[in-house]
């Protein structure tokens, strides 16, 4: 299950099952449900897929095959697989400043966002459709921002990436506990609004912010493609 439970009858429910749980808080969640200590068990993340963690990047997805500067940062900026019409109120905002980044933009499905940005008005922008290969643009990236989905956060963290999330109002009750747990983790900030992902960037790209952030991310380490297996054998032997 993903990295905490929304209750009530959400992804859990009081019955007999068990339990694989990515965090030490779902697997509290579990217990306070009432479900058999001995039935839950906890790894060290989400089950990312072994060739996202593992496969170099695609040689053909490069800064120069996207059409973005090699001399500065890249922030992908993502909304889970729809995207989202709020992707241009952003985009807008790039173009009024002058930091020091680029910003790759995964639309997704949003049609809508993909045309506003795609005008070529501003060499830092650069948008893309849906992609099946995520992982690879999240591998090109220096950093992950926008909407903070048990995947992406997850994703994100295995490889890296420092983050910036949207704590606001709009974030999906699901996936409020994945800002804390990207907070505390010391993976990266959080934002209450959208319009604020310019001003709460611009810390993260100064070097001291963003080797503490390094160095948090390089003492995680996501076991959850070898975990998660050997926790299912124990399961069947069990029944």
Same mark, same amino acid.
């Given at each position: 299950?993903?990295?905490?439970?929304?209750?009530?009858?959400?992804?859990?429910?009081?019955? &007999?099952?068990? $339990?694989?749980?990515?965090?030490?808080?779902?697997?509290?969640?579990?217990?306070? $449900?009432?479900?058999?200590? &001995?039935?839950?068990?906890?790894?060290?993340?989400?089950?990312?897929?072994?060739? /996202?963690?593992?496969?170099?990047?695609?040689? *053909?997805?490069?800064?120069?095959?996207?059409?973005?500067?090699?001399?500065?940062?890249?922030? $992908?900026?993502?909304?889970?697989?729809?995207?989202?019409? %709020?992707?241009?109120?952003?985009?807008?905002l790039v173009k009024k400043s002058d930091i020091p980044c680029q910003f790759l933009f995964m639309t997704g499905q949003c049609h809508i966002a993909y045309e506003t940005l795609?005008?070529?008005? /501003?060499? *830092?922008?650069?948008?893309?459709?849906?992609?099946?290969?995520?992982?690879?643009? %999240?591998? $090109?990236?220096?950093?992950?921002?926008?909407?903070?989905?048990? !995947?992406? !956060?997850?994703?994100?963290?295995?490889?890296?990436?420092?983050?910036?999330?949207?704590?606001?109002?709009?974030?999906?009750?699901?996936?409020?506990?994945?800002?804390?747990?990207? %907070?505390?983790?010391?993976?990266?900030?959080?934002?209450? *609004?959208?319009? /604020?992902?310019?001003?709460?960037?611009?810390?993260?790209?100064?070097?001291?912010?963003? /080797?503490?952030?390094?160095?948090?991310?390089?003492?995680?380490?996501?076991?959850?493609?070898?975990? %998660?297996?050997?926790?299912?054998?124990?399961?069947?032997?069990?029944?």
């Amino acid at each position: 299950m993903p990295l905490a439970d929304y209750p009530p009858h959400f992804w859990m429910e009081k019955q &007999d099952q068990w $339990l694989i749980c990515a965090t030490p808080f779902a697997q509290k969640q579990a217990i306070h $449900l009432g479900l058999p200590k &001995d039935q839950i068990f906890v790894t060290t993340g989400l089950l990312i897929p072994r060739h /996202d963690l593992e496969q170099p990047t695609d040689r *053909r997805i490069t800064k120069a095959h996207i059409g973005l500067r090699p001399d500065l940062p890249v922030a $992908l900026v993502q909304a889970g697989a729809e995207g989202s019409q %709020v992707m241009p109120t952003l985009g807008a905002l790039v173009k009024k400043s002058d930091i020091p980044c680029q910003f790759l933009f995964m639309t997704g499905q949003c049609h809508i966002a993909y045309e506003t940005l795609s005008n070529g008005s /501003d060499d *830092r922008i650069r948008a893309l459709r849906f992609t099946e290969d995520f992982a690879s643009y %999240v591998r $090109l990236a220096d950093y992950v921002i926008g909407k903070p989905g048990s !995947v992406t !956060v997850s994703q994100a963290a295995a490889l890296g990436k420092p983050m910036l999330v949207c704590a606001g109002r709009s974030t999906l009750p699901q996936e409020r506990y994945n800002v804390e747990w990207v %907070v505390q983790n010391g993976f990266g900030k959080s934002v209450p *609004r959208w319009r /604020d992902m310019m001003v709460g960037l611009e810390p993260l790209l100064e070097r001291v912010a963003l /080797d503490r952030l390094h160095d948090n991310l390089q003492r995680y380490r996501n076991q959850a493609f070898s975990e %998660v297996p050997q926790i299912l054998e124990r399961v069947m032997s069990a029944k």
